[in-house]
């Protein structure tokens, strides 16, 4: 089973305030995606990276998938309210049954 | 485009008790997940099926768990008899059809929270 790990696993920011959410694993995978979760909800997709080094931006959101396709980071500028909420990534091995492999998972919480 | 599909929303059961959850995916996917998600953790893949086959269950407690897609559609995750640690939500996802969509992207229902008392 491919550990990814994530941190911080709690981080409370006001709004307004930049932050950097960190996914890091010892495992090599063919692609990465990030979700955000919000209460009582089911996972939705943000971002899918494929390609080492590859950057992706979605609105206030930079995606960053390292060289080694190991790890990723996630970067909001100035966050709002609407950002609170599980931020995880998940990886694809692309073998076998093609599984993703989720991180452990980052609460966000922006203040007002 | 309708989502993903699940229910009930909440169970609440005592240990030792049966449960069943059901979900339907979104139309014209051939893979369907069911995940198990404890409180302050990533979810964790229980089984996944590719039409009515089992392609992955090598997580699944399959002493008390167990999950068919019979129809190679909707889909039932049961669980006999619940234990404590068995208290999470149940997640459902479905994407098109590994191998053909490269990214694997999955789409998730809304989950089923189950209690063990």
């Known amino acids: 089973t491919q550990l990814l790990e994530q941190s911080p696993q709690f981080l409370s920011i006001q709004e307004g305030e930049n932050l950097t959410v960190y996914c890091n694993s010892s495992?090599?995978?063919?692609?990465l995606q990030w979700y955000r979760q919000e209460p009582g909800e089911g996972p939705v997709l943000l971002v899918t990276v494929v390609t080492g080094g590859e950057v992706k931006k979605l609105k206030r959101l930079t995606f960053q998938f390292g060289d080694a396709r190991k790890d990723s980071s996630l970067h909001i500028t100035a966050a709002q309210p609407g950002d609170t909420g599980l931020y995880l990534c998940a990886g694809s091995d692309q073998t076998g049954a093609n599984n993703l492999f989720f991180g452990t998972g980052t609460r966000l919480t922006v203040i007002p | 485009e309708a989502g993903v599909a699940q229910s009930p929303r909440y169970k609440i059961i005592e240990k030792r008790q049966s449960v069943a959850f059901w979900c339907n995916p979104i139309?014209?996917?051939?893979?369907l997940y069911w995940y198990q998600q404890i409180l302050g953790q990533g979810p964790k893949l229980l089984i996944q099926f590719q039409n009515n086959g089992v392609v992955d269950d090598s997580q699944l407690p399959k002493d008390r768990f167990s999950a068919e897609r019979l129809k190679g559609v909707d889909s039932t995750l049961k669980i006999q008899p619940a234990k404590l640690e068995d208290s999470a939500v149940y997640l459902c996802?479905?994407?098109?059809?590994?191998?053909?969509?490269?990214?694997?992207?999955?789409?998730f229902g809304p989950g089923t929270r189950l209690t063990v008392l």
């Open positions: 139309s014209g996917h051939a893979t």
């Open positions: 495992s090599v995978f063919s692609s």
């Open positions: 996802a479905s994407s098109f059809a590994p191998g053909t969509d490269y990214y694997n992207e999955q789409f």
